[in-house]
């Protein structure tokens, strides 16, 4: 159970989010008939390794409630305090978010961030306000919204979310505890808008670490999340600490040195999203692999991975300093911990 009460949770988001938050993609036994305990308690101990202070455990991949339940519960034990535990709203139906929030908070999820499912097609900001409201009054939790592009939205207003829909949210759902503000993405005129309007009242965070980290010199977030940072290794989390103590230079120095990555990922990403709305996990957990992490089996259908865009990907880690892992890139479809 998170430790604090319903009506307490933006006082507690507030002295407690801070620092970043990464991702685990859950990673299944080779038959893909279960979850791979031993891989899962790796990659929390690589979160805590890297100075993450926070991650979020995937559901947007073929994993049912219980066995998501499970997947919460082995991370939480392994991380022992050292890392908070954020539950991924990701499954198919309003009633089964809320079954799966609801075992998520029994399992000590700290917080939880809230998204859309794909056949929700809403046509006017009171069907969005209705679904966030329900789901929000299900749970204890504090609640993350998630103004992004990937919703479809845009069909309501051009930033997806109207920017007076989010403005009711926050004043009537005592429970919202922060904005990921990425509306309008790739611009950054959702964050800048939802920071004018709403950091006095929440935390407002920028998860894209491109954005976020010059944008900490005129915009003190206190935690940033949830996002592909372990491409970066654990160098997210320190350039985020150094702009936080006011290290502007010795940041951006960290931030161009790791440019070729970005920019790879970036490029790649490009070339397989656009209109799918779906983020590229397979690309996500192998970048990982490459940092220290699992690596290992998803279950179909997947993402698939391409041999000549993995050979781009390493490279770029190489010539960002990253040290990626020598080892074959068969060896990330078996994982470090195989089972």
Not at 120 to 130: G, Q, V
Request: proline letters at 6%; hydrophobic letters at 40%; one cysteine or more.
């Amino acid at each position: 159970m998170a430790g604090y009460k319903k009506t307490d949770a933006r006082a507690w988001a507030r002295q407690n989010m801070r620092g970043c938050a990464n991702i685990i993609i859950p990673t299944f036994t080779e038959d893909l008939t279960g979850l791979n305990e031993k891989a899962i308690r790796h990659d929390v101990r690589k979160c805590i390794e890297y100075g993450f202070t926070g991650t979020l455990l995937v559901s947007e991949v073929i994993i049912s409630v219980p066995e998501y339940t499970q997947f919460l519960s082995w991370a939480k034990d392994e991380a022992g305090g050292k890392l908070q535990m954020i539950h991924q709203a990701g499954f198919g139906t309003l009633k089964e978010n809320i079954e799966a929030v609801q075992q998520a908070e029994k399992a000590g999820a700290d917080y939880v961030l809230l998204g859309y499912p794909g056949n929700f097609r809403p046509t006017t900001a009171k069907e969005i306000y209705d679904y966030t409201k329900a789901f929000c009054d299900s749970t204890n939790l504090g609640v993350i919204l998630f103004p992004v592009p990937h919703w479809g939205f845009e069909r309501v207003h051009a930033a997806g979310m109207p920017p007076e829909l989010i403005e009711q949210l926050v004043a009537d759902i005592k429970n919202i505890v922060c904005i990921k503000a990425e509306g309008g993405m790739p611009t950054i005129g959702g964050f800048v808008q939802c920071w004018r309007r709403h950091a006095e009242e929440v935390v407002v965070t920028c998860p894209i670490e491109a954005d976020a980290i010059p944008l900490m010199a005129s915009y003190p977030m206190q935690w940033s999340g949830t996002s592909n940072h372990c491409l970066f290794r654990d160098r997210v989390p320190q350039m985020f600490n150094l702009m936080r103590d006011n290290k502007f230079e010795e940041a951006m120095k960290i931030f161009w040195e790791v440019h070729p990555a970005r920019m790879a990922n970036k490029n790649l990403q490009a070339t397989h999203m656009p209109g799918t709305k779906l983020i590229h996990r397979a690309y996500w957990k192998y970048q990982s692999w490459l940092n220290g992490f699992n690596g290992g089996p998803l279950r179909y259908p997947s993402q698939k991975m391409i041999d000549s865009h993995m050979r781009t990907l390493r490279a770029a880690m190489v010539a960002s300093g990253l040290n990626p892992s020598t080892d074959s890139d068969a060896e990330y479809f078996i994982g470090r911990n195989p089972a």
